[in-house]
């Protein structure tokens, strides 16, 4: 009896140890440390926390990084304040955030967590995210502080991008200066809620592209694959309005990263070749640069020049090869409202300056666009399904392009137009078709004229006879 209890008090010991080793592996507690050299790896061993030096720096950063793959950094906690030694010490302040120290044991970082914490627990997740708590009950999601609220220049699935619309807070991604200095470059990528939501790539104050709104389903002017592996998603609720996204399933390892140049990528771990492959980039091509054009411009990668007055349009300066910073189009005169119609253009990426209303349908929209002169556009707000809401444009286009073909991208955009304008796309579009047909016949017209030639000469050949 002794010996069976004696058993079960060692199996409840190496229980207890087994316990405590697998909760140290993610997690720090309170009176803990952590020191260069040693590291925290998520329960799933999917992400590592530690120090590092990027790059032929020899500074050393407190970061997060995939454990599988070459060390891929997706967040640095001191980007501004680098230690210069090997002896960087992560512990826990007096009031329990998170304390980054250097080789004088001075403060460089801190959490700031909000309040007071009596026991705090910092937790490396699965997700990559590095969270706060003030108890040990992993079932809680209450953070106290966490690092997905602090980006550096990778957005992981989970991970918001935009606004906390009670307290003003803003979630965005700034790019490393190199790839040996973390500290933040001169370009973010933010989500601007001025109008509907659309991702904006901001260099200090200038504007240097804009997405184009939301659309229900992405944003209009950045390129998707068609054949995607993650599902992008709009949130908006009383107190959060943010961009996120999520893979199609476990097995898809994706992230969305701003590179120095100011460029967003959206990348794929690749696990045959153990690299990460990009499945496209934004900025995709010089029409995606930002009023590229001028006003009533429509940008086209594929003309020569790209930049054409659209329909209905005429350049002020009558000089087609004006600069895009001096050329303007303007307004054909025009009968309005009896003597105008709507052109379609498709696969667009909508110009800022609209005014939108969510319950209207297209028609109405068109109808409400078609009793004011002064309306020079109309388009979906949303596009999901048989598409809903108005959008409205009545002063300059600025910032439209036409979008390139092979990725998912663009919606219809209908511009308001002389009849006479409709009458010639139309007649053009007329002569394209009969151009089509006209071919079409000549090219099967020879085709079965030569299949006729063969089969009679072959026939021709076995009765001995020739053909000609």
Known sequence: MKCLAVFIFFRLLILIFIIEFSFAAD????????????????SFQ?????????GNSKNRYLGIWYKSSPRTLVWVANRNNPIT?????????????????????????????SRMLENPVAQLLDSGNLVLRDNISRSSEEYMWQSFDYPSDTLLPGMKLGWNLKTGFERYLTPWRSADDPTPGEFSLRLDISALPELVIISGSRKETRSGPWNGQQFGGIPRVKNSIFIPKLEHTEDELYFTFRPFNDEVITRLLVNESGTLQR?????????????YSWPFDTCDSYAQCGANDNCR?????????LTGFISKSQ????????????????????????????????????????????????????????????????????????????GDLVDLRECS????????????????????????????????????????STFILGLLLCIAWKKAKNKGNRLF
């Open 267 to 279: 990348l794929v771990w690749n696990e045959t070749s153990t690299e990460w492959r990009m499945l």
């Open 319 to 394: 000089d087609d090869w004006d600069s895009p910073e001096t050329r303007r189009c303007v307004r054909k005169p025009s009968d309005c409202p009896s003597g105008e119609g709507f052109l379609k253009l498709p696969k667009m990426k909508l110009p800022e300056n609209y005014w939108s209303n969510k319950s209207m349908n297209l028609k109405e929209c068109e109808a409400e666009c078609t009793k004011n002169c002064s309306c020079r556009a109309y388009a979906n707000s949303d596009v999901t399904g048989e598409g809903s809401g108005c959008l409205m444009w009545f």
């Open 46 to 54: 999917s992400f590592e926390l530690g120090f590092f030096s990027p």
């Open 27 to 42: 997690s720090l507690s309170s009176g803990k440390f952590i020191t260069d050299g040693e590291t925290l790896v998520s």
């Open 405 to 444: 073909e092979g990725y998912i991208w663009g919606q219809d955009f209908f511009i308001r137009v002389p009849a006479s304008e409709l009458v010639s796309v139309k007649h053009l579009n007329t002569k394209k078709r009969l151009k089509i047909i006209v071919a079409v016949s000549i090219i099967s």
């Open 301 to 309: 990668i594929s003309k020569t020049p790209i930049c054409e007055c």
């Open 85 to 113: 030694e090997k002896n960087g010490v992560l512990t826990f302040s007096n009031n329990g955030s998170l304390l980054l120290l250097n080789q004088e044991k001075s403060a460089i970082w801190s959490s700031n967590s």
